[in-house]
């Protein structure tokens, strides 16, 4: 007598067996290696600097920060960049392409800390907001 052809519920079973114990295994190696904590929450952050502006402009203010901090900035109108120059003279910036300025909200982590101050290139209303993040 001949085993005859497999079952057809087989492979499924077999599918579904490996797949249930994938997922059990990912669940453990996640909860050792201390992924089971819970919700990782962002850092706190803490505003220390806003000015608001119109068109072109260099803001005279300086703003002191640690390391590990943000730019935020809110617009109605075009900007075209955005530059912040650390007291030292090192400066960077966040710049739109010529058919495409910044969007109207945006932002940019900034890891070294300083007294910066900014200047802006466009047209119509801007606001930009620093935040210190309290790294631990």
Same mark, same amino acid.
């Given at each position: 007598?001949?085993?005859?052809?497999?079952?057809?519920?087989?492979?499924?079973?077999?599918?579904?067996?490996?797949?249930?114990?994938?997922?059990?295994?990912?669940?453990?190696?996640?909860?050792?290696?201390?992924?089971?904590?819970?919700?990782?929450?962002?850092? #706190?952050?803490?505003?220390? !600097?806003?000015?608001?502006?119109? /068109? &072109?402009?260099?803001? *005279?203010?300086?703003?002191?920060?640690? $390391?590990?901090?943000?730019?935020?900035?809110?617009?109605?109108?075009?900007?075209?960049?955005?530059?912040?120059?650390?007291?030292?003279?090192?400066?960077?910036?966040?710049?739109?392409?010529?058919?495409?300025?910044?969007?109207?909200?945006?932002?940019?982590?900034? #890891?070294?800390?300083?007294? !910066?101050?900014?200047?802006?290139? /466009? &047209?119509?209303?801007? *606001?930009?907001?620093?935040?210190?993040? $309290?790294?631990?």
């Amino acid at each position: 007598m001949s085993a005859g052809p497999p079952h057809p519920a087989l492979p499924y079973r077999t599918a579904l067996a490996v797949a249930v114990g994938s997922a059990v295994c990912v669940m453990v190696i996640t909860i050792l290696a201390g992924g089971g904590r819970g919700v990782i929450h962002p850092p #706190a952050e803490s505003l220390v !600097y806003t000015v608001e502006g119109q /068109g &072109t402009a260099d803001v *005279k203010d300086e703003f002191e920060v640690r $390391d590990g901090w943000e730019l935020r900035w809110d617009k109605t109108g075009k900007i075209d960049e955005i530059r912040w120059t650390r007291d030292s003279g090192e400066s960077r910036a966040s710049q739109g392409l010529p058919a495409q300025p910044l969007h109207d909200h945006g932002s940019v982590n900034v #890891a070294r800390g300083g007294k !910066y101050r900014f200047s802006v290139k /466009g &047209t119509g209303h801007w *606001k930009i907001n620093v935040y210190q993040f $309290d790294v631990k």
